[in-house]
């Protein structure tokens, strides 16, 4: 089970387990279309617009063991997802490599700052004390969302830096959470016609 490269930016990927099955397909140079199924109804929401603010074009579908639990089934799709940015991005030659967002939701404020390193790390916090605990949409528990950013952040190679400063509101702080990333990945992947084809790192490898 490996992502392949479609062609331009575009990549997908299938990916099948005993708890899951889950197809990505993502195109960098998109508008913000989407098409979402991952059968957890608030995973589609957020999804829906971590591509609508990134306007990278995302198709999701996924099925598993959610009468168990939808853990399983929300990982297995950050791990594809990962899987396939990092295949979309290549040798991230021209990409402006680092990206930085505050969104605010009603009483919710989140910020993401995303360096697209090669070097997977994941800084998450502020979360309101219980926030782990609280069951959004009756499916999704809110512990998940860090594991969802950290799975990305390991499979994509992404240095990611996500801090809830305010928010009352379990749903709010999720989205905020979600529009914030998408708005730094968009800014980080976006190609720089300054650079040309160049790698933006004095390496010369990300």
Do not use: W
């Amino acid at each position: 089970m490996s992502a392949e490269l479609l062609s331009g930016r575009s990549a997908r990927m299938e990916r099948t387990t005993s708890e899951s099955s889950v197809v990505v397909e993502l195109n960098l140079d998109g508008t913000g279309q989407s098409n979402i199924d991952t059968s957890v109804p608030f995973y589609d929401h957020m999804l829906t617009a971590l591509s609508k603010h990134s306007l990278i074009d995302l198709t999701v579908k996924a099925t598993g063991d959610t009468h168990i639990d939808v853990h399983h089934t929300v990982e297995d799709i950050a791990i594809t997802l990962g899987e396939v940015l990092k295949t979309a991005l290549g040798n991230k030659a021209g990409i402006r490599r680092f990206g930085e967002a505050t969104v605010p939701l009603d009483e919710a404020l989140a910020n993401a700052v995303v360096d697209i390193s090669g070097r997977p790390f994941i800084v998450h916090s502020g979360e309101p004390a219980g926030q782990e605990y609280h069951l959004i949409g009756g499916h999704f528990t809110g512990s998940l969302t860090r594991h969802i950013f950290e799975s990305i952040a390991l499979h994509a190679g992404i240095c990611m830096h996500i801090t809830v400063i305010a928010g009352r509101d379990p749903h709010h702080i999720v989205e905020a959470q979600f529009k914030a990333f998408a708005r730094a990945l968009r800014q980080a992947v976006e190609l720089d016609p300054r650079i040309g084809n160049a790698i933006p790192s004095t390496k010369g490898a990300l």
